[in-house]
């Protein structure tokens, strides 16, 4: 089962789906469920994990009508507002309605308090309560001060997106179009990583967390295979194992749907060494057993 742990799906603003932009990305297209099947299908995939788009806000209902309409074939990954009086009956809510986690985006608003404050331990403590799984949208230099949270409710299981985006390590990334990277927007750099990348491969020691191997193209500043990127796969390997370790792509923000075989394909690219059952792993068993497609 090859299972996309990180896909966006969204309609343009309507009154029935109302954009309330969290950051500043508006994408001028739509891409709605059925283009992202259609990929899927010609791409071999099996499953998704839809995120909720930030064009939405906290506004879940477009994730919620295509996990009510596509049921098998989806996960699916909430926000809410950690400052909301109601947020955990909000949680409550959408758990209800087959929610499976919750993002927090220290990267697209970190001025909000997604961890380290009072409101937003409510959101972490319910996270707990509900069996919901936090992924965390962080920078690297994020994933000191989300350490703390995680140490302080080890019932929440965690996943951190985009290896913690290494290409903001020290303030040095390529810019998004609203769809996928452009080529000639990469900047070289020495190492990719940064030094703050061994704060995520600290991250390794509490059993409860989880890595996307996501969104590789993107953040890479060389060109396919890139393999800046891959050295970085391969110490997450190291440090996370395969049983801990997620395939995914963000399409199509930073992943062309065209492309999409290509960046199933680094897996294999960057463990060569690895067994096919572990690279299996990577590209779906840790997902479906952690998104409860199988137990």
Request: proline share 9%.
């Amino acid at each position: 089962m090859i299972i996309d742990t990180h896909l966006h799906v969204w309609e343009l603003h309507s009154e029935r789906y109302p954009w309330q932009p969290l950051a500043g990305v508006a994408p001028d297209y739509g891409w709605p469920v059925e283009s992202q099947i259609e990929v899927m299908d010609q791409s071999g995939i099996d499953k998704g994990v839809l995120v909720q788009p930030s064009m939405y806000s906290f506004d879940n209902r477009y994730i919620l009508d295509c996990g009510w309409r596509y049921p098998e074939r989806f996960r699916l990954i909430g926000l809410v507002d950690p400052r909301a009086d109601a947020v955990e009956s909000s949680m409550e809510s959408l758990a209800e309605r087959g929610v499976r986690g919750l993002r927090l985006g220290p990267m697209l608003r970190p001025d909000i308090p997604w961890y380290g404050d009072r409101q937003a331990d409510r959101v972490w403590k319910r996270a707990a309560e509900l069996d919901m799984i936090i992924t965390l949208l962080v920078t690297p230099d994020q994933v000191a001060p989300a350490t703390e949270a995680i140490k302080r409710f080890p019932g929440v299981r965690v996943v951190i997106d985009h290896l913690a985006r290494p290409d903001k390590a020290d303030g040095r990334h390529p810019k998004a179009d609203g769809r996928h990277p452009k080529a000639d927007v990469r900047h070289p750099a020495d190492d990719p990583g940064g030094s703050q990348f061994e704060d995520l491969l600290a991250l390794a020691q509490f059993e409860q967390v989880y890595v996307k191997v996501s969104a590789l193209g993107f953040m890479s500043h060389e060109p396919y295979p890139h393999r800046d990127m891959l050295d970085l796969v391969r110490r997450v390997f190291d440090a996370f194992g395969p049983e801990r370790m997620m395939w995914g792509t963000d399409t199509p923000m930073s992943q062309d749907p065209a492309t999409v075989p290509d960046a199933l394909r680094l897996i294999d690219i960057a463990l060569p060494d690895s067994s096919p059952d572990d690279r299996m792993q990577i590209k779906g068993g840790t997902a479906a057993r952690l998104f409860g497609w199988i137990q």
